[in-house]
């Protein structure tokens, strides 16, 4: 079995001495594939990569955490960058994405790529915006018919889009074709949903689906099946950033996932998700501790849990 990812990988160009920039591998799908690889997963990267210096750089970092691409899915097209600047410790993102390579791809194509073994198929972010969105549509209802998971990690971008509206209804629109999805109080927001009352927006908009959010500092919700988990993040005294803490959280939750992933009915057993919530929380506590994104090894993970839990 394995996971497939779709999505952007983005060159961050990150504030360094002397007012220089420092670009660093990106983006949220592709960190969270990188997670995945990091906690022995096996994980497939779907998305077009330049054929640039800096797509050059995505695929030696492939090579090096075992994340298994096409080396012909290379395009002309340059690579995305995102211009980081750090506003009370939080990165913001000035995003440069007019004719980029991750998304020159057709439905076909990326549908071509993935191999007859894979079980959960995740995308989500950057390529929710209206210009990439129907593409995506029509690759998930091809996949779901395939019997494959959808993973969709929402993870807005407003900044990007100018039509506002028809990002939000383009999504509410998408979000019955997943299995998983995940998303942060400020993706509620920027939807548009009241999430004062949660448990109601759960119902009306995800209640076919295993629902993961994040609360940040407060930790991580779980809703299945009528079943919800609530539990607590890790307390950090020494974080660096927040790059990629929440792509690396639900990177090591859907590798809990991956593991009962052929029985469905597990995912709602609480138990189980207090587990995959602790992992995942976990990960991203660990992840924070370090400049950029570098998700943690499992060892590391169990050994915070294993912490936590003779607290």
Same mark, same amino acid.
């Given at each position: 079995?394995?996971?497939?990812?779709?999505?952007?990988?983005?060159?961050?160009?990150?504030?360094?001495?002397?007012?220089?920039?420092?670009?660093?591998?990106?983006?949220?799908?592709?960190?969270?594939?990188?997670?995945?690889? +990091?906690?022995?997963?096996?994980?497939?990267?779907?998305?077009?990569?330049?054929?640039?210096?800096?797509?050059?750089?995505?695929?030696?970092?492939?090579?090096?955490?075992?994340?298994?691409?096409?080396?012909?899915?290379?395009?002309?097209?340059?690579?995305?960058?995102?211009?980081?600047?750090? &506003?009370?410790?939080?990165?913001?993102? *000035?995003?440069? +994405?007019?004719?980029?390579?991750?998304?020159?791809?057709?439905?076909?194509?990326?549908?071509?790529?993935?191999?007859?073994?894979?079980?959960?198929?995740?995308?989500?972010?950057?390529?929710?915006?209206?210009?990439?969105?129907?593409?995506?549509? %029509?690759?998930? &209802?091809?996949?779901?018919?395939?019997?494959?998971?959808?993973?969709?990690?929402?993870?807005?971008?407003?900044?990007?889009?100018?039509?506002?509206?028809?990002?939000?209804?383009?999504?509410?629109?998408?979000?019955?074709?997943?299995?998983?999805?995940?998303?942060?109080?400020?993706?509620?927001?920027?939807?548009?949903?009241?999430?004062?009352?949660?448990?109601?927006?759960?119902? +009306?908009?995800?209640?076919?689906?295993?629902?993961?959010?994040?609360?940040?500092?407060?930790?991580?919700?779980?809703?299945?099946?009528?079943?919800?988990?609530?539990?607590?993040?890790?307390?950090?005294?020494?974080? %660096?950033?927040?790059?990629?803490?929440?792509?690396?959280?639900?990177?090591?939750?859907?590798?809990?996932?991956?593991?009962?992933?052929?029985?469905?009915?597990?995912?709602?057993?609480?138990?189980?998700?207090?587990?995959?919530?602790?992992?995942?929380?976990?990960?991203?506590?660990?992840?924070?501790?370090?400049?950029?994104? %570098?998700?943690? *090894?499992?060892?590391?993970?169990?050994?915070?849990?294993?912490?936590?839990?003779?607290?």
């Amino acid at each position: 079995m394995t996971i497939c990812v779709l999505g952007e990988a983005i060159a961050d160009l990150v504030p360094a001495a002397q007012g220089l920039y420092d670009p660093k591998v990106g983006g949220s799908p592709f960190n969270f594939a990188r997670c995945l690889a +990091r906690l022995e997963v096996p994980v497939r990267y779907v998305s077009p990569v330049s054929s640039d210096a800096l797509g050059d750089r995505m695929v030696d970092e492939m090579r090096l955490q075992s994340i298994a691409f096409d080396p012909a899915n290379r395009s002309p097209l340059p690579t995305s960058l995102a211009l980081v600047a750090y &506003d009370n410790g939080q990165p913001r993102y *000035s995003l440069y +994405r007019e004719g980029i390579a991750d998304t020159d791809f057709t439905v076909e194509g990326v549908l071509a790529q993935i191999p007859a073994e894979t079980s959960i198929f995740h995308t989500g972010s950057l390529m929710l915006v209206p210009d990439v969105i129907d593409r995506v549509a %029509q690759l998930l &209802d091809q996949l779901r018919a395939r019997g494959i998971v959808i993973s969709l990690d929402i993870n807005l971008r407003p900044g990007v889009v100018r039509d506002q509206d028809e990002y939000r209804r383009k999504i509410l629109a998408l979000l019955p074709m997943a299995d998983i999805i995940k998303a942060s109080d400020e993706d509620m927001a920027l939807l548009g949903l009241d999430i004062s009352d949660l448990d109601a927006v759960i119902t +009306r908009y995800f209640a076919d689906s295993m629902m993961v959010f994040t609360r940040g500092e407060e930790g991580a919700l779980a809703y299945v099946a009528g079943l919800k988990v609530n539990v607590p993040a890790y307390r950090v005294s020494n974080i %660096q950033d927040t790059i990629g803490a929440g792509d690396t959280f639900y990177g090591a939750f859907i590798a809990r996932i991956f593991a009962i992933v052929k029985s469905r009915s597990a995912w709602a057993d609480e138990s189980f998700l207090v587990g995959a919530l602790n992992a995942a929380c976990a990960a991203a506590a660990i992840n924070v501790t370090r400049a950029g994104c %570098q998700p943690p *090894s499992m060892t590391e993970i169990e050994e915070l849990v294993e912490a936590r839990t003779r607290l």
